[in-house]
């Protein structure tokens, strides 16, 4: 079990730069990859960015070249930095956790989501 908890979030002007955040909790040693989605209004959630544990990274298209995704030195946390943000990356951004131990699966789990809103 892994509890998530997002922060970070806010209004940006188109342009503008924000950092995300999650703190993990629980059963953290077992985190196999950390991650970030979004969902805008009415429609469905999709990728952002995912990192593993051993640091390969893959993106969106639609943010690659202006997201960053990184995790904290303790492996505990993971960050997405946003830059060039766009009205159309406004949503609600969800922390990702995957769980492994020993290689068998254990499930995947979300954080509650931190609103982020590009507008002039």
């Known amino acids: 079990q892994v509890q998530l908890v997002e922060s970070g979030g806010g209004l940006v002007q188109p342009g503008g730069s924000l950092r995300l955040s999650c703190a993990a909790s629980g059963s953290i040693s077992s985190i196999n990859a950390m991650g970030w989605y979004r969902q805008a209004p009415g429609k469905e959630r999709d990728l952002v960015a995912v990192?593993?544990?051993?640091?390969?990274?893959n993106y969106a298209d639609s943010v690659k070249g202006r997201f960053t995704i990184s995790r904290g030195n303790a492996q505990n946390t993971v960050y997405l930095q946003m830059n060039s943000l766009k009205p159309e990356d406004t949503a609600v951004y969800y922390c990702?956790?995957?769980?492994?131990?020993?290689?068998?699966?254990?499930?995947?789990?979300w954080g509650q989501g931190t609103q982020v809103t590009v507008s002039s």
């Open positions: 990192i593993t544990s051993g640091g390969s990274t």
């Open positions: 990702y956790s995957r769980l492994r131990l020993s290689g068998n699966y254990l499930g995947d789990y």
